[in-house]
């Protein structure tokens, strides 16, 4: 594992950027795994400043998304599909084709989740994998569990997860309380992974995912079993490693 540590959120989002702009330069038909939240705002902007400087080009490459809520419609502004195409989409140009992200008004979970493990294979698998990570360790929506999951699967987001994302909406009781997530596997399966955090808040969940035990209590450790992570994060998340 690689620990990249800088002074702010904006010098992170740069580093983790850069990364992600190292492996579409080497590998223009790279396929990317990205994540949504508040964590990668900044990455995604540098990477839309790059392209409209003419120094990425991203006309081949394939990304699908970790997660999607389910109940919501892609015109929803609380979307996963939504946010993308504001936050990075309408400014780089992966053609529309080539974004894949789970379909939160399928009838039948089961057979999505199928279908969405056959497009991850259909793209080669993950170049690289993009992620954040919750207060609880989640990566994805993988939440604390007996277990850890395998492929993308419908799951029950935790009390802990539904708080943290009401703030993204008018009010609790409107947070969905189901999601669609890849698996921790999928994740694992990535060639390449790079976890950005930021602020104190997320400090003593770095230090139990990175330095303590592997644990599907705390889903993000698993990451201690891959070859190439790259962990940014800025002083304050990174106060206690």
Not at 66 to 93: A, C, H, T, V, W
Not at 128 to 152: S, V
Not at 182 to 209: D, F, P, W
Request: charged fraction near 20%.
């Amino acid at each position: 594992m690689r620990i990249i540590q800088t002074d702010t959120y904006q010098a992170m989002s740069r580093k983790a950027a850069a990364v992600i702009a190292a492996q579409v330069i080497a590998k223009p038909d790279s396929t990317l795994g990205l994540a949504t939240g508040d964590s990668p705002l900044g990455v995604y902007q540098c990477l839309i400043d790059w392209h409209k400087s003419g120094d990425i080009d991203f006309s081949q490459v394939k990304t699908v998304n970790l997660d999607e809520y389910r109940g919501l419609s892609p015109d929803d502004e609380q979307s996963y599909r939504f946010f993308m195409y504001k936050n990075l989409f309408s400014g780089i140009n992966v053609p529309a084709e080539n974004r894949h992200i789970p379909d939160g008004l399928a009838g039948d979970p089961a057979a999505e989740c199928a279908r969405y493990d056959d497009v991850i294979a259909r793209c080669g698998g993950i170049d690289l994998q993009l992620l954040g990570i919750g207060n609880n360790g989640h990566i994805g929506f993988n939440e604390p569990a007996d277990a850890f999951t395998k492929g993308t699967h419908c799951v029950g987001l935790t009390d802990s997860t539904i708080d943290a994302n009401s703030r993204f909406f008018a009010k609790r009781e409107d947070v969905p309380v189901r999601a669609y997530t890849m698996g921790v596997r999928t994740i694992l399966s990535a060639r390449k992974i790079v976890l950005i955090a930021t602020g104190e808040r997320k400090a003593q969940i770095i230090k139990q995912a990175f330095f303590g035990d592997i644990t599907p209590l705390v889903p993000a450790s698993a990451l201690q079993l891959h070859g190439d992570v790259t962990l940014v994060g800025d002083k304050a998340a990174l106060s206690l490693i």
